[in-house]
């Protein structure tokens, strides 16, 4: 994965870092000239690199908790991952800073929340499942024992008293009282956590309104839920939630669709390309951020990829430059491809079309990045071919001329079809009879699939645990038939 970050982003991570930090010494009225040194010291990290000055700044306001050890634990994994995704770690840390001043805390778990939904679910869980357990504990440790309270989108028990006690001691206290007690805060994580995946694998697209709303919903109706069974009044935190969440997915479903065609015109595309035209389209307008393009060599992965992007409104770019939507051709071959789709993700891309004739490999590849969905292009079949044949040959050849070669072709590609159609054209207009231009072109031509090629693709439809869409049905086209090749038992 390439480490150069563009100056732009080094800068923001920079100024928001320091901002957070200079916001923390202020909400615990700190002036020292030693701990001015520390958003300082964050921001110039930041300048190296976005995620270190993050992580360096989590790292550093545990260290100057009355429990550093805990309060460091309890950070360590979102301080690693800060690395990746330090957008989210930064609104991360204002959300835990800030949980004791609802609504505005429980509206900054919404923005949260909102913020996740760009990185991939195993890091979402765990940002939303470590501001659960670090709110709680920071809180348990400053309010009176027994008492309860709502933090930011959590429920504490106080501690009260354990100032002067050992780390464990509290850790044991908090344990006891908050995580199996009565705010039942291990349930409460792992609810957080799941919500958070969702977000995640929710995505953001316009057809994706359901998958934006309904964890947040859950998230709001557990804290609801929770605050009645407990006797204890949450106020506006879960509507503050909902609100600062609906805001944000509101913008960006705005500008989603302002950006997306009502209707779809279909460009004039072989009768073999309509079917992943239309696949792609659908998956690229319902907010679709992975997606593979695959099937043999030389059969319009490209030219449906490019048709797709213009009928959907969507810029695409051939460049990793954290841009709307990037198209990778061959994309089994680049090296460390999962690395720099995770990267690119968690930048802001759009989409990310993965464009490949071996998909096994690809899939192996990407080491267990989630495909959203996979679109086949396939070989144009017998009724395709013969429509193709008609075209090019514009009446040149006769019906029974065209079905013989439409018949002669299933073992080529749709490049390939069109160069023999050529050919063929040309021949006629040479002086040689159908039959015979036919006959010289195929011997000099000859088809250029592969059973491999095929039986690749079938094996990936088979193992792919996703949405396929693109190919005709089997009933109607069986995929073993495509080039005409028998299934290998």
């Given at each position: 994965?390439?480490?150069?970050?563009?100056?732009?982003?080094?800068?923001l991570?920079a100024?928001a870092?320091?901002?957070?930090?200079?916001?923390?010494?202020?909400?615990?009225?700190?002036?020292?000239?030693?701990?001015?040194?520390?958003?300082?010291?964050?921001?110039a990290?930041?300048?190296?690199?976005?995620?270190?000055?993050?992580?360096?700044?989590?790292?550093?306001?545990?260290?100057?908790?009355?429990?550093?050890?805990?309060?460091?634990?309890?950070?360590?994994?979102?301080?690693?991952?800060?690395?990746?995704?330090?957008?989210?770690?930064?609104?991360?840390?204002?959300?835990?800073?800030?949980?004791?001043?609802?609504?505005?805390?429980?509206?900054?778990?919404?923005?949260?929340?909102?913020?996740?939904?760009?990185?991939?679910?195993?890091?979402?869980?765990?940002?939303?499942?470590?501001?659960?357990?670090?709110?709680?504990?920071?809180?348990?440790?400053?309010?009176?024992?027994?008492?309860?309270?709502?933090?930011?989108?959590?429920?504490?028990?106080g501690?009260?008293?354990?100032?002067?006690?050992?780390?464990?001691?509290?850790?044991?206290?908090?344990?006891?009282?908050?995580?199996?007690?009565?705010?039942?805060?291990?349930?409460?994580?792992?609810?957080?956590?799941?919500?958070?995946?969702?977000v995640?694998?929710?995505?953001?697209?316009?057809g994706?309104?359901?998958?934006?709303?309904?964890?947040?919903?859950?998230?709001?109706?557990?804290?609801?839920?929770?605050?009645?069974?407990?006797?204890?009044?949450?106020?506006?935190?879960?509507?503050?939630?909902?609100?600062?969440?609906?805001?944000?997915?509101?913008?960006?479903?705005?500008?989603?669709?302002?950006?997306?065609?009502?209707?779809?015109?279909?460009?004039?595309?072989?009768?073999?390309?309509?079917?992943?035209?239309?696949?792609?389209?659908?998956?690229?307008?319902?907010?679709?951020?992975?997606?593979?393009?695959?099937?043999?060599?030389?059969?319009?992965?490209?030219?449906?990829?490019r048709?797709?992007?213009?009928?959907?409104?969507?810029?695409?770019?051939?460049?990793?430059e954290?841009?709307?939507?990037?198209?990778?051709?061959?994309?089994?071959?680049?090296?460390?491809?999962?690395?720099?789709?995770?990267?690119?993700?968690?930048?802001?891309?759009?989409?990310?079309?993965?464009?490949?004739?071996?998909?096994?490999?690809?899939?192996?590849?990407?080491?267990?990045?989630?495909?959203?969905?996979?679109?086949?292009?396939?070989?144009?079949?017998?009724?395709?071919?013969?429509?193709?044949?008609?075209?090019a040959?514009?009446?040149?050849?006769?019906?029974?001329?065209?079905?013989?070669?439409?018949?002669a072709?299933?073992?080529?590609?749709?490049?390939?079809?069109?160069?023999?159609?050529?050919?063929?054209?040309?021949?006629?207009?040479?002086?040689?009879?159908?039959?015979?231009?036919?006959?010289?072109?195929?011997?000099?031509?000859?088809?250029?699939?592969?059973?491999?090629?095929?039986?690749?693709?079938?094996?990936f439809?088979?193992?792919?645990?996703?949405?396929?869409?693109?190919?005709?049905?089997?009933?109607?086209?069986?995929?073993?038939?495509?080039?005409?090749?028998?299934?290998?038992?």
């Amino acid at each position: 994965m390439s480490s150069k970050r563009s100056f732009g982003e080094r800068l923001l991570a920079a100024a928001a870092t320091l901002g957070l930090g200079y916001l923390a010494l202020l909400s615990w009225g700190v002036r020292s000239s030693e701990a001015q040194l520390v958003p300082l010291t964050a921001a110039a990290l930041s300048l190296a690199h976005p995620g270190l000055g993050a992580a360096a700044l989590l790292t550093l306001l545990s260290a100057g908790e009355p429990m550093p050890a805990v309060e460091l634990l309890l950070a360590a994994p979102v301080a690693v991952l800060a690395f990746r995704y330090w957008r989210q770690a930064l609104v991360w840390a204002l959300a835990v800073l800030l949980s004791g001043r609802n609504p505005l805390g429980a509206a900054l778990f919404g923005a949260l929340l909102y913020s996740l939904a760009a990185a991939p679910p195993r890091v979402a869980a765990t940002y939303a499942a470590f501001y659960a357990l670090l709110t709680s504990f920071r809180w348990a440790l400053m309010m009176p024992a027994g008492a309860l309270s709502w933090k930011g989108a959590v429920i504490v028990e106080g501690l009260g008293g354990l100032s002067g006690s050992s780390e464990l001691e509290a850790l044991s206290a908090w344990l006891r009282t908050n995580v199996v007690g009565r705010p039942r805060l291990l349930l409460v994580t792992l609810i957080y956590a799941a919500v958070g995946a969702a977000v995640a694998r929710g995505g953001r697209g316009v057809g994706k309104v359901a998958a934006w709303l309904v964890p947040p919903l859950i998230a709001a109706a557990a804290i609801h839920l929770q605050a009645t069974t407990l006797g204890l009044s949450v106020g506006h935190g879960p509507t503050a939630m909902l609100a600062a969440y609906g805001a944000l997915a509101a913008t960006e479903l705005r500008r989603l669709a302002a950006r997306a065609p009502r209707a779809l015109r279909q460009p004039p595309l072989a009768p073999s390309l309509v079917q992943p035209w239309r696949g792609l389209c659908g998956v690229l307008r319902g907010g679709g951020r992975l997606v593979v393009v695959f099937g043999p060599p030389r059969c319009g992965k490209s030219t449906v990829v490019r048709e797709a992007l213009r009928a959907c409104g969507l810029p695409s770019y051939r460049r990793a430059e954290g841009r709307e939507v990037l198209h990778i051709e061959g994309a089994e071959a680049v090296p460390e491809l999962a690395a720099r789709v995770e990267e690119l993700l968690e930048r802001g891309a759009r989409a990310i079309v993965l464009e490949s004739s071996r998909p096994l490999a690809l899939l192996s590849s990407l080491q267990g990045l989630r495909v959203e969905a996979a679109v086949y292009v396939p070989p144009p079949d017998e009724e395709s071919r013969r429509l193709i044949i008609e075209r090019a040959a514009g009446g040149l050849l006769g019906r029974e001329e065209v079905g013989r070669l439409a018949r002669a072709t299933a073992a080529y590609s749709l490049g390939a079809l069109n160069a023999l159609c050529d050919l063929v054209v040309k021949r006629v207009r040479e002086g040689l009879e159908p039959e015979r231009a036919i006959e010289l072109a195929l011997g000099e031509l000859p088809g250029d699939l592969t059973p491999e090629d095929v039986l690749e693709c079938e094996a990936f439809i088979q193992s792919f645990k996703g949405v396929v869409v693109g190919f005709y049905a089997p009933a109607r086209r069986p995929l073993a038939a495509t080039a005409g090749y028998p299934r290998k038992a």
